[in-house]
């Protein structure tokens, strides 16, 4: 499995000139690439690279295989609507191979630049360390508000998924960002909190417009994102060593396309827009293949509804929002954690079950597949 881990490099002043001149050409020189792939409709790296690649190293001084990774990047985005020509930011993200990337030392990293080869510090915590030796293929040289990062690809060994003693549910919300079949809450009322506070901020500053103001909204870009990231992070790992710890696969509702089938009021769209549920999902994913812990996605449908005890399907089952009450068997709990309760008891259902012809009648509602 690959990995991708974000590395700080500490550039000293003139090798942080020399990295910014090389990535400042190298996007210069992609936006001239992408004018001639785009008038002769070339998408073919190949050709493409016949037709610019003596021109590229004349022009922006860019070695040899700096031109074929510039090349190589144009086509990758030329190729996903050919309607249109690609435009490259001059910071874009500019992408090293081992031709002219390597680490010689434990700290620093060696890279090319238009001045030659440079030796830069980096900067790792104990995660990056213990992998480092799994760095295989290319890196992406990053810069982002005056600081340059390395997104190097570790190559991960991933085991095979233990056999599933059960499941633990998991439904995914907003007030409750995930909910386990345990019990478990984890809220959503910091995030929220923050997500107003930084609106707010935002909202001020571009309206009073000064060049404070502009430089203040620089260091405000991407917090709130970040730190939403840090708590899906906290999240998905405390679910996926719960479920490792006692033997168990992880159920995870599949909500493809809620957006779409979704509505709320003009009051709760900031706060349904911001909602990751993708990403905490994605970071579950990848941290119980990582675990060897099995993931099955279920069908979400009514879930919300279902009595976890009798099984029995009511819209009348949610007197609102938090708290479920069944009509038929009385069963109560807060809705969240019924929620996960039903989806832990259709993955078992979907995966443990006998496998029957269609013609003994219709499968049970709730039907998963395994990832």
């Known amino acids: 499995m690959k990995q991708t881990l974000t590395v700080k490099l500490v550039p000293d002043p003139e090798q942080h000139l020399s990295l910014l001149r090389t990535l400042e050409a190298f996007n210069d020189a992609c936006n001239w690439i992408a004018g ?33 990774r510039a090349i190589s990047k144009v086509v990758e985005a030329y190729k996903r609507d050919r309607a249109i020509r690609p435009t490259f930011r001059p910071h874009g993200a500019m992408t090293y191979d081992e031709r002219v990337l390597s680490f010689p030392t434990v700290d620093r990293v060696s890279l090319l630049t238009l001045d030659g080869r440079v030796l830069v510090p980096i900067r790792f915590g104990g995660y990056f360390e213990a992998r480092r030796d799994r760095v295989r293929g290319q890196a992406d040289l990053l810069y982002r508000d005056g600081t340059f990062y390395l997104a190097v690809t570790v190559d991960s060994p991933e085991p095979v998924p233990d056999e599933a003693d059960g499941f633990l549910g998991v439904d995914l919300g907003i007030v409750n960002l995930a909910t386990d079949s345990d019990g478990t809450a ?178 049970r509602q709730g039907q998963a597949q395994a990832l």
């Open 186 to 363: 984890y809220s959503g009322k910091d995030v929220e909190r923050n997500r107003r506070i930084y609106a707010h901020r935002r909202r001020n500053l571009q309206r009073k417009g000064t060049h404070s103001a502009r430089r203040k909204l620089r260091t405000l870009r991407g917090r709130q994102a970040r730190y939403q990231r840090n708590v899906n992070h906290i999240i998905s790992k405390a679910v996926v060593q719960k479920a490792k710890g006692t033997g168990r696969g992880v159920a995870l509702e599949n909500l493809g396309g809620i957006r779409s089938r979704t509505t709320v009021k003009r009051k709760q769209r900031a706060r349904h827009a911001n909602w990751t549920f993708s990403q905490l999902r994605s970071f579950i994913e990848y941290k119980a293949r990582l675990a060897g812990v099995r993931v099955v996605a279920v069908d979400p449908r009514n879930s919300s509804r279902e009595c976890a005890r009798c099984g029995h399907i009511d819209k009348a089952n949610r007197p609102n929002q938090a708290t479920f009450s069944c009509v038929l068997c009385k069963h109560a709990a807060l809705a969240d954690h019924n929620a996960a309760r039903v989806l832990a008891a259709r993955a078992r259902a979907a995966v443990m079950r006998p496998m029957v012809p269609e013609a003994a009648g219709p499968s």
């Open 36 to 68: 001639i792939a785009f008038a002769r409709q070339c998408a073919n790296k190949i050709d493409l690279q016949k037709l610019v690649y003596y021109d590229v190293r004349r022009r922006f001084g860019l070695s040899a295989q700096m031109t074929i």
